[in-house]
């Protein structure tokens, strides 16, 4: 099977960072992509960063310019840095690892102070 393990959430103050990693492992086959969504208490799960095999990005209008994805496609690995956080940042981040099925994370606090 497949599994994905986060890391790197937590408490921040506004305008501070985080660095998010996950990382997939078992049967892999192939990942077409590899990204990060996140829900906030009371609101839908929207995608906030997605990055392609071939390295092509995408990002919501609101965390353009702050968060940053990259990944280590030998260790399967996809990070999402951010910057310049705010308390609308606040969220559940969950892992999405797409191959022909969609695999999700655990998902991870972020909890941003102002």
């Known amino acids: 099977q497949v599994q994905l393990v986060e890391s790197g959430g937590g408490l921040v103050q506004a305008g501070g960072s985080l660095r998010l990693s996950c990382a997939a492992s078992?049967?892999?086959?192939?990942?077409?992509?590899m990204g990060w969504y996140r829900q906030a208490p009371g609101k839908l799960r929207e995608l906030v960063a997605r990055?392609?095999?071939?390295?092509?990005?995408n990002y919501a209008d609101s965390v353009k310019g702050r968060f940053t994805i990259s990944r280590d496609n030998a260790k399967n690995t996809v990070y999402l840095q951010m910057n310049n956080l705010k308390p609308e940042d606040t969220a559940v981040y969950y892992c999405?690892?797409?191959?022909?099925?969609?695999?999700w994370g655990q998902g991870t606090q972020v909890t941003v102070s102002s």
């Open positions: 078992g049967s892999i086959f192939s990942i077409n992509a």
């Open positions: 990055i392609t095999r071939g390295g092509s990005t």
């Open positions: 999405n690892v797409e191959e022909s099925i969609h695999y």
